[in-house]
Structure formats: C-alpha cells, structure tokens
C-alpha cells in the first residue's frame, strides 16, 4: 500500500465583521487543508498554519517525495521531508507545509489501522480536556472594550471556565482592559493574556507588574520571539508564567526556547512546528526540562481535532494521584471554516471528549469543502 494522490485546498471565508489584534486586523479566514489518498483508497486529512497559498506551494514542492511511500511510516516520509527543506527553511512556512501533510499521513495511518490518532501516538492518558476560550479580539481601537461584557457572558454560558484575551495596544489601555474583563468575569475564572510579541521588555516587565494581582495564568509572547534571553530575565522578575512558542519551529527551535529558560509553557502549533511525529518530540524535549505544553491551536476543526488527540496522549509530569486537568486552546471569534468544515467536536459540562474514532475522528463536510474552495490542485 503506498500514497496515491495528494490534494491541496485554499479555502477562505470572508468574516461579517473585521477584528484586530496588536500586529494587523483580519477581514477573512484562509487556510490550506491537503487530503491524501491511498492506493487502497483510504483518505487523510491535514493542515497548515501560515499563509494558505504558501504553504499550498510547499505542499507541491514536496508531492514527489511523498508519493509512493508507505502511510504506515510517517517517521520515514518525515525525514525525506525534513532533509528536502533543512537547506532553505529551517523555520517557517514550508514547515507548516511539512506539518500538514505529517497530519494527514497520520489520520491516513489510523484509518488503515482502524486506531485513533492519541492510540497511534501511545495512549489515552486522559479521556477528556479542558478547553479556554480564545477571545477578545478588538472590533473598534477607538472604544476597545465594545463587545467584551456580552462576549464573556456567552463564554460562560456554553460552560468555559478559561478564557484568552488580547493585549498588546499599549500598557495603560492593556491594564484598563483586564482590569474590566476580571471584574466581567469573577475571581473564579482562570484568565490569560496574549500581546503577540507586541513589547519591549521595559513594557512587557511593566504590565507584567501590573497585572500580577489580578489573577493571571499566563503571560503569551510579552516578547519577541527572537529574544530568548530576554524572555528569561522577564521569568526572573514576574510572579506571573511566561508562555510562547507558535513561532517556533522543529524540536531544534524549541531546544532554543528550553535552554534559555524563556519559558514556563511551550505552545507550539502542530499545523507549524513539523505535524504530530515532531510535536511529540517536542512534548518530550519539554518534559526534560519541566516546562508545560499546550499547543497553539488556530485555524479549521482539523487543527482542533489534531489537538485533542495530541493532548489526550501528553504525559502528565510530575505524575500525582489526582491528575490536574489538561488545557486546549479553542478560538471562539468568528471563523465558518472551522464551524463548517469538520463535524463539530463535543464540549459537555466544560470539556472536550476525545475522539475515539479512527484517525482523527472526524466527517469532512464535503459540501462545505466545494463552497469555501478557492484554489483546489491535485498531485498523483
Ligand atoms: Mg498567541
């Protein structure tokens, strides 16, 4: 049994309303999912973060290495793949391109094999996940706050217990804005803030000390990317954990982030950082070190559902008898493709289940697939 076809898909949905974060503001949601067939006529499904016709690009670029090779060895077609982009692309895009057709050999596999995906990597360590909501995106930068008090009510109503809100307009307005969403949503929620390496490190140290008697779990990308050692020094004088890691890429990227200390959590993105055979290597890396993961996650129901299975296999370390509760990111602002493309993943009583179905668990709605397509190419 070998790969038979490889297909990618531009999709893009334009949202009813633009939103904005520190860098830009989105007007549509565009994401490449690739489909690959096997020769005994078995599908799988993946996809990329980043720039859809980019990682598109990729994705062609690398079909002939792909093609022919047996779905059953992901860590062989990894490698070929890993050795065919090393030289140009030690980071960014064409990884995602990697990391989508990584995924998709991975569904492909746990068909075959009839095996969930969190089977596949070793185990259901646990069986269901807490998701946070990922929200607070700016509609108006005039009035930043419009929106926020309803938008945490509908969090709390469909049972979040998490929540993620923006930063990252400038640290007085920042402090304003958390100050108000604690107060909207209670002592008992757990909040995080994300400013999307919008700071200095002056800045970024100056709301960290702000912010610290509210109550936040975590701090996302107070910083650049770039600046390991600093990201380590902001550790040193902040009560408050320091996450970061969906722009980083390959255990080689995260071994960077570890070394430094630059962190308290890792969060690569698994449609980025070298598809599930490199996050797992990743999840490894990080327990060496006793940082946290939990990944970024942004993009359609196959980023989600890659997730789910990715969590439900992390070992819990240091292990205890009552085992805390494991998170995943779920964005919340407004995104068709995600609502439409995949079967919807179960949330009940605030957690996620986890699939138990083969591969990845889900249906591919292919009507919605057809609507949303922009540039559909095929590969045999
Ligand atoms: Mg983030």
């Known amino acids: 049994m070998h790969i038979d076809k490889?297909?990618?898909?531009?999709?893009?949905?334009?949202?009813?309303?633009?939103?904005?974060?520190?860098?830009?503001?989105?007007e549509s949601r565009k994401i490449c999912v690739v489909k690959i067939t096997s020769s005994s006529g078995e599908i799988g499904w993946g996809e990329g973060y980043g720039p859809?016709?980019?990682?598109?690009?990729?994705?062609?670029?690398?079909?002939?290495i792909v093609l022919n090779?047996?779905?059953?060895?992901?860590?062989?077609?990894?490698?070929?793949?890993?050795?065919?982009?090393?030289?140009?692309?030690?980071?960014?895009?064409?990884?995602?391109?990697?990391?989508?057709i990584d995924i998709a050999v991975w569904d492909l596999k746990g068909k075959i094999l009839g095996c969930p995906v969190s089977v596949l990597l070793g185990g259901v360590q646990r069986k269901k996940i807490r998701p946070y909501a990922t929200g607070f995106y700016f509609s108006n930068l005039e009035s930043p706050f419009d929106g926020f008090e309803e938008e945490a009510k509908k969090y709390i109503a469909k049972g979040f217990k998490a929540m993620?809100?923006?930063?990252?307009?400038?640290?007085?307005?920042?402090?304003?804005?958390?100050?108000?969403?604690?107060?909207?949503?209670?002592?008992?929620?757990?909040?995080?803030?994300?400013?999307?390496?919008?700071?200095?490190?002056?800045?970024?140290?100056?709301?960290?000390?702000?912010?610290?008697?509210?109550?936040?779990?975590?701090f996302e990308e107070p910083l650049s990317p770039e600046f390991y050692g600093q990201s380590y020094d902001l550790r040193q004088q902040t009560t408050i954990s320091i996450a970061s890691g969906e722009c980083e890429y390959l255990r080689f990227g995260f071994n960077q982030l570890l070394q430094?200390?630059?962190?308290?959590?890792?969060?690569?993105?698994?449609?980025?950082?070298?598809?599930?055979?490199?996050?797992?290597?990743?999840?490894?890396?990080?327990?060496?070190?006793?940082?946290?993961?939990?990944?970024?996650?942004?993009?359609?129901?196959?980023?989600?559902?890659?997730?789910?299975?990715?969590?439900a296999n992390l070992e819990c370390i240091p292990g205890r008898l009552i085992a805390p509760d494991f998170l995943i990111e779920y964005d919340q602002t407004e995104n068709a493709?995600?609502?439409?493309?995949?079967?919807?993943?179960?949330?009940?009583?605030?957690?996620i289940n986890v699939p138990n179905r083969p591969g990845l668990g889900f249906e591919m709605n292919t009507t919605a697939l057809k609507k949303m397509t922009l540039v559909h190419e095929q590969f045999t």
């Open 69 to 100: 090779n047996s779905p059953l060895e992901n860590e062989l077609i990894w490698s070929k793949m890993y050795r065919a982009s090393l030289d140009f692309a030690r980071r960014g895009v064409l990884m995602a391109s990697v990391s989508a």
């Open 52 to 64: 859809a016709e980019i990682v598109a690009s990729g994705i062609k670029y690398l079909t002939p």
């Open 260 to 311: 430094n200390k630059s962190v308290d959590i890792v969060q690569p993105d698994i449609c980025a950082c070298g598809g599930l055979t490199e996050a797992k290597r990743i999840a490894s890396l990080a327990t060496t070190h006793g940082v946290s993961i939990i990944p970024h996650t942004w993009g359609s129901g196959i980023a989600l559902h890659v997730a789910t299975h990715f969590i």
């Open 337 to 351: 493709i995600r609502d439409q493309l995949t079967s919807e993943i179960e949330m009940k009583n605030g957690y």
């Open 164 to 218: 993620k809100m923006k930063v990252g307009l400038g640290v007085d307005i920042d402090y304003k804005i958390v100050s108000r969403i604690r107060e909207i949503v209670g002592p008992d929620i757990q909040l995080m803030v994300d400013s999307n390496h919008a700071y200095n490190y002056r800045e970024a140290l100056a709301l960290a000390h702000r912010l610290e008697p509210l109550q936040i779990s975590w």
């Open 6 to 26: 490889i297909e990618t898909f531009v999709l893009e949905e334009k949202l009813s309303k633009r939103f904005y974060f520190s860098q830009w503001a989105y």
